[in-house]
């Protein structure tokens, strides 16, 4: 063997010959997707040279990830999250969004099943927590009112929870609901204040967050998902933007626009009212 040149050509034979294998493919995205990503993974082995004990920690590392994924938790959402991977993907799918509202990740608590639920309802299903009212105006990129758009509201309770991390302490649904915006777009509901909270670290992207001395933070917020035919779906939160977490989210979710007041209702200190707006983009924006 001379400089290693014979083995550098056999790694770039089994990437051909892989190749190769996928000319035949039916799903040509699919297949260049797959491709691109063999590819970098062929590099990145090459570069970091794994031993196969390191190589096998890795795949433990997966598949922990995949046996804390059910129903009620998501671990392979929460590792796309705090790689900044999922921010990406959204950022660059709205590269030219002009006034619409920024779009965000969902995030690992997300459930599409949250009740229906009248105009003004209260989300809190406990009664624990600092009241919060919350009042929305949903509008177009002209600033016109959408009418009858589906809003979707979920959050962390006051210790920084959600119902569904939590079935033996909280109420179903608790701080859950879908609610449908008024012939001038407006929505409103009640609740309590969120808390900010840690990302869990019981599980194996906890873990090596930990290991690598790397901050698992959100700051306070309050996700919605808003929905009208016609217009892009909307994902987003809305950030208390007094959190002292503010600048250290690990989603890396935080933008400017999405950073709202919590302002204490006169008169009444331990109550809080958030004014939220929310501009969609039509459907074939680009
Ligand atoms: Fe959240």
Same mark, same amino acid.
């Given at each position: 063997m001379v400089d290693g040149a014979p083995a550098a050509e056999s790694q770039d034979a089994l990437l051909e010959a892989f190749a190769e294998r996928l000319g035949a493919a039916r799903e040509e995205r699919l297949a260049q997707g797959?491709?691109?990503?063999v590819g970098r993974l062929h590099d990145l082995i090459r570069d970091l040279r794994p031993t196969p004990d390191e190589f096998s920690a890795v795949?433990?590392?997966?598949?922990?990830?995949?046996?804390?994924?059910d129903a009620r938790r998501q671990e392979w959402v929460l590792?796309?999250?705090?790689?900044?991977?999922?921010?990406?993907?959204?950022?660059?799918?709205?590269?030219?969004?002009?006034?619409?509202?920024?779009?965000?990740?969902?995030? #690992?608590?997300?459930? #599409?099943d949250a009740p229906d639920l009248p105009d003004g309802a209260d989300l809190c299903r406990?009664?624990?927590?600092?009241?919060?009212?919350?009042?929305?105006?949903?509008?177009d990129l002209?600033?016109?009112?959408?009418?009858?758009a589906v809003v979707e509201i979920w959050h962390a309770n006051a210790q920084g929870c959600y119902e569904n991390q939590q079935p033996d302490l909280?109420?179903?649904?608790?701080?859950?609901?879908?609610?449908?915006a008024d012939a001038s777009g407006r929505f409103s509901c009640r609740t309590i204040r969120p808390?900010?909270?840690m990302l869990p670290k019981?599980? #194996?992207?906890?873990?090596?967050?930990?290991r690598l001395g790397l901050g698992l933070e959100r700051p306070a917020h309050i996700h919605f998902r808003v929905a009208a035919p016609g217009f892009r779906t909307l994902v987003t939160h809305v950030f208390d933007r007094d959190d002292p977490a503010i600048g250290r989210d690990a989603l890396f979710a935080v933008k400017p626009e999405l950073l709202g007041e919590f302002r204490p209702v006169s008169d009444h200190p331990e109550r809080f009212a958030l004014a939220v707006r929310f501009f969609l983009a039509p459907e074939t924006h680009p």
């Open positions: 797959v491709l691109a990503l795949l433990g590392f997966l598949t922990d990830v995949g046996h804390n994924t590792l796309a999250d705090v790689l900044g991977v999922s921010t990406l993907v959204e950022d660059l799918s709205q590269s030219a969004r002009g006034r619409a509202t920024p779009s965000t990740i969902a995030g #690992p608590f997300y459930r #599409p406990d009664g624990r927590g600092q009241p919060l009212d919350i009042a929305g105006q949903i509008s002209s600033g016109a009112p959408i009418p009858q909280q109420p179903e649904f608790n701080l859950r609901g879908r609610f449908r808390g900010g909270y019981d599980g #194996p992207v906890g873990i090596l967050f930990q």
